[in-house]
C-alpha cells in the first residue's frame, strides 16, 4: 500500500477539504487497478482465454437468444445455468451466512480472522451466480418488474427470491463496505459501516434462511416432473440445511487455495489458528449432514422410497447418498477424531461434489427423467459457466491482493485542530 499522507495536502487552515479527498482517493483506486505480479503465468492465460471466448458467447446469447448458444427448450426451460450457476451457486454461498451469524451473534471469535474472506466469498458468489440468471431469461430486461412494481407476482416463489437475493446481496455488501472503507482510508466512514454492519448481520442472516429454503420451494410446484428419489414436501427444509454443510465445506476449500496463493497476505493469527478453525468447520458440517440424514430417511420411509432403488435412478441414488453423504459423514468423524484438518478438507471436496451433484440431481438430471429426448448442456453453456467462475476468481484475487480482508490495512492516527476538526493522518502499513 502507497503512503498518502502527503497525497492530499491540508488547507491553510490544517483541513483537508472534500475536493482534495475526492482527488485522492480517485488517483489512488486508479493506481490499484494497474497488475501486481506476472501478467503471463499459467492461471491468467487459461482463464484469461476462457473469459474472452465466454464474453463473446455471452455477446452472441443476447444478439441471437437462447437457442443460439443452448440447449433449453419449452421442455427444458431450465438447464445448466439454473442448475449450477443459481441453484448450486448459492448454496455454496451459505458459509456467509452461518459464519456471520456464529461470529457476531453467537460470539465466537475463534473464526473472526476468516470472517471477512468469507463474506467476500459469498457476496461475489450472489453477484456472478445469481447475475448469471439474466443469461437464461429470455426477456432479461423484464428482471426488474418485480422491483419496481410493473408485475409483483405476489403468489410466486420466484418474486420472493427475487427480492431476497437483491437484499441479500445488499446486506453482503454493507457487511464487507468496513473492508473498502479501510482500503481508501476513510476512518469516519468506517465508523458509520461498522454501525451499520450489525444490523445488516440480522437482517442478512434472516432473508438467507428463506431464500436457501425458497430456491427448493421452486421444485415443490414439479412434483409429477421430479423423480420420487428426490422429490420431497422437505425439499425446502433440506435446501436450507444443505446449505449449511455446502458453504461450510467451500469455505474450507477455500481456505485450502488462499493458504497457499495468497500466503503472504495472511497474518500471523490466521496462520496459527487454521489447524484449529478448519476441525471446527467440520464439526459444524458434520452436524449439518446429520440432520440432512435424518430428513432423508424420513422421505425414504415417509414417500416409501425404497420400491425405486432397483432401478437406473435408483442405482444413481444411492450413488449420491453413499459416495457423497454418507461417507463424507464418516470421513469427518474421523478426521475430528485423529484431529487431521487435511483430511477434513479432502472431505469437503469430497461433501461440494456430492452438493453439485445433488442440486442438479433435483434441477437437471432427474427432471422428467421418463422423457425419450433429454436435456444435455451445449458446449457453449458449459463455456460460459466456466467464463463466470474465472471472473468471479480474479475479482475475488484481485480483492484479496489490495484490501486488507486478511488483516488491518494501515494505522489510523486521529488529530484535532484549534476548531477541533478531525484531520486523518495516513500511515503505511508496518512490513
Not at 440447449?71 to 445455468?81: K, T
Not at 479432502?346 to 422423457?371: C, D, H, Q
Amino acid at each position: 500500500m502507497a503512503n498518502r499522507s502527503d497525497a492530499a495536502p491540508a488547507s491553510a487552515e490544517g483541513t483537508v477539504t472534500f475536493r482534495e479527498v475526492a482527488r485522492e482517493t480517485i488517483r489512488f483506486v486508479l493506481s490499484e487497478m494497474k497488475p501486481k505480479g506476472k501478467m503471463l503465468t499459467p492461471f491468467n492465460v487459461i482463464t484469461g482465454g476462457i473469459i474472452l471466448s465466454g464474453l463473446v458467447m455471452i455477446a452472441i446469447r443476447f444478439a441471437y437468444g437462447l437457442g443460439a448458444v443452448s440447449n433449453l427448450s419449452q421442455n427444458y426451460p431450465w438447464g445448466i445455468w439454473i442448475g449450477f450457476d443459481v441453484v448450486t451457486g448459492v448454496a455454496f454461498a451459505g458459509g456467509a451466512y452461518v459464519l456471520c451469524f456464529v461470529v457476531h451473534i453467537l460470539k465466537v471469535k475463534k473464526y473472526e480472522p476468516i470472517i471477512r474472506v468469507t463474506v467476500l466469498n459469498g457476496f461475489l458468489a450472489y453477484v456472478f451466480y445469481a447475475g448469471a440468471l439474466l443469461l437464461d431469461l429470455g426477456r432479461p430486461w423484464n428482471v426488474i418488474n418485480p422491483i419496481i412494481g410493473n408485475s409483483f407476482g405476489l403468489s410466486s416463489v420466484l418474486f420472493l427470491v427475487a427480492w431476497h437475493f437483491l437484499l441479500y446481496m445488499i446486506c453482503e455488501f454493507l457487511e464487507f463496505s468496513p473492508v473498502v472503507a479501510e482500503w481508501l482510508n476513510w476512518p469516519r466512514a468506517r465508523r458509520i459501516l461498522e454501525g451499520l454492519s450489525t444490523g445488516a448481520v440480522i437482517f442478512g442472516i434472516t432473508l438467507s434462511t428463506l431464500h436457501q429454503s425458497g430456491l427448493g420451494a421452486l421444485f415443490l410446484l414439479a412434483p409429477s416432473k421430479i423423480h420420487p428419489l428426490w422429490y420431497s414436501g422437505n425439499i425446502p427444509v433440506m435446501f436450507f440445511v444443505s446449505s449449511i454443510f455446502a458453504g461450510l465445506s467451500m469455505v474450507m476449500i477455500e481456505s485450502f487455495f488462499t493458504q497457499k496463493a495468497f500466503k503472504d497476505r495472511i497474518g500471523h493469527e490466521l496462520h496459527a489458528a487454521h489447524d484449529s478453525i478448519l476441525l471446527g468447520l467440520g464439526k459444524g458440517a458434520v452436524g449439518a449432514l446429520f440432520a440432512y440424514i435424518f430428513l432423508k430417511l424420513v422421505d425414504f420411509v415417509h414417500y416409501k422410497q425404497w420400491v425405486y432403488l432397483d432401478t437406473p435412478m435408483g442405482y444413481w441414488y444411492l450413488f449420491e447418498i453413499v459416495g457423497f453423504v454418507l461417507l463424507p459423514t464418516a470421513l469427518f468423524l474421523q478426521a475430528i477424531r485423529q484431529r487431521n484438518p487435511k483430511l477434513v478438507q479432502f472431505t469437503a471436496f469430497l461433501t461440494a461434489v456430492g452438493v453439485i451433484l445433488n442440486r442438479l440431481n433435483v434441477s437437471v438430471i432427474a427432471f422428467k427423467w421418463y422423457e425419450a429426448v433429454r436435456y444435455y448442456p451445449s458446449f457453449m453453456e458449459i463455456w460460459v459457466t466456466l467464463a463466470i467462475i474465472s471472473m468471479e476468481l480474479w475479482v475475488f484475487r484481485w480483492v484479496i491482493n489490495r484490501m486488507p480482508v486478511f488483516g488491518v490495512a494501515h494505522e489510523v492516527v486521529e488529530e484535532k485542530t484549534a476548531e477541533d476538526l478531525e484531520v486523518v493522518t495516513w500511515k503505511a502499513p508496518a512490513l
